[in-house]
């Protein structure tokens, strides 16, 4: 069975570090790009960030380029997501994706796979 378990999220005050972490089992997930998704409340699931099944490439929404970094670790099967200068429009639940292709997508219908997330909290 596969599953996406998403670790890191909690309370912080603006322009506050989070780091959250995503272990993936089931299968192994080095062939195919891994992302993250947000929904905040009353809104629709958006794209965050993304990165390549090598590790090579990345995309990241507008929203959070220069401040949010996505990266993967093949041998342990994680992906994570370092985010700094954290605002308030970054309080969202945060979703661990894995994808069907093997690049940075960033569109969702290529994330077959997404984890039960994980509350993230941006306090002003």
């Known amino acids: 069975?596969?599953?996406?378990?998403?670790?890191?999220?909690?309370?912080?005050?603006?322009?506050?570090?989070?780091?959250?972490?995503?272990?993936?089992s089931g299968r192994t997930f080095s062939g195919v790009a891994m992302g993250w998704f947000r929904q905040a409340p009353g809104q629709e699931r958006e794209f965050v960030a993304s990165i390549g099944a090598s590790g090579r490439s990345d995309a990241y929404?507008?929203?959070?380029?220069?401040?949010?970094?996505?990266?993967?670790?093949n041998a342990k099967n994680t992906?994570?997501?370092?985010m700094n200068n954290l605002k308030?429009?970054?309080?969202?639940?945060?979703?661990?994706?894995?994808?069907?292709?093997?690049?940075?997508s960033y569109q969702s219908h290529n994330y077959p796979y997404s984890g039960q997330g994980t509350q993230v909290t941006v306090s002003s």
């Open 88 to 104: 308030p429009e970054d309080t969202a639940v945060y979703y661990c994706a894995a994808g069907s292709v093997g690049f940075a």
């Open 79 to 82: 992906v994570s997501l370092q």
């Open 61 to 73: 929404a507008d929203s959070v380029q220069g401040r949010f970094t996505i990266s993967r670790d």
């Open 1 to 24: 069975q596969v599953q996406l378990l998403e670790s890191g999220g909690g309370f912080v005050q603006a322009g506050g570090s989070l780091t959250l972490s995503c272990q993936g």
